[in-house]
Nanobody
Framework: QVQLVESGGGLVQPGGSLRLSCAAS????????IGWFRQAPGKEREGVSC????????YYADSVKGRFTISRDNAKNTVYLQMNSLKPDDTAVYYC??????????????????????WGQGTQVTVSS
């Protein structure tokens, strides 16, 4: 069964850090582009970061650039999102999603949710003092 499972969310104070994990079962993550998205209450889903299947290149939303880092561990079939210097505005449910390797995405299209096919159930991140 094809499944994506996010973990690592929780409650953290402003300025703190969390590392989210996106573990895959039933398929091999390295053959897919992987995106991280988030959705806060009352807001649309927002693309946060992605990592390319073909060359491992990464892309970030301006709102998280310099604070978040996406990475992949092929041996563990897992993609991570390291989040540092967290702000209250980062509070949201975070999702990972896959896009087929052969789907070409450029620039900001890499963070468009419609380009991704398979989604995990999400993990809650709350940044609050």
């Amino acid at each position: 069964q094809v499944q994506l499972v996010e973990s690592g969310g929780g409650l953290v104070q402003p300025g703190g850090s969390l590392r989210l994990s996106c573990a895959a079962s039933g398929f091999t993550l390295q053959y897919y582009h992987i995106g991280w998205f988030r959705q806060a209450p009352g807001k649309e889903r927002e693309g946060v970061s992605c990592i390319s299947s073909s060359d491992g290149s990464t892309y970030y939303a301006d709102s998280v650039k310099g604070r978040f880092t996406i990475s992949r561990d092929n041996a563990k079939n897992t993609v991570y999102l390291q989040m540092n210097s967290l702000k209250p505005d980062d509070t949201a449910v975070y999702y990972c999603a896959t896009a087929p390797r052969l789907r070409s995405m450029y620039g900001s299209s890499r963070l468009v949710a419609d380009n991704y096919d398979h989604w995990g159930q999400g993990t809650q991140v709350t940044v609050s003092s």
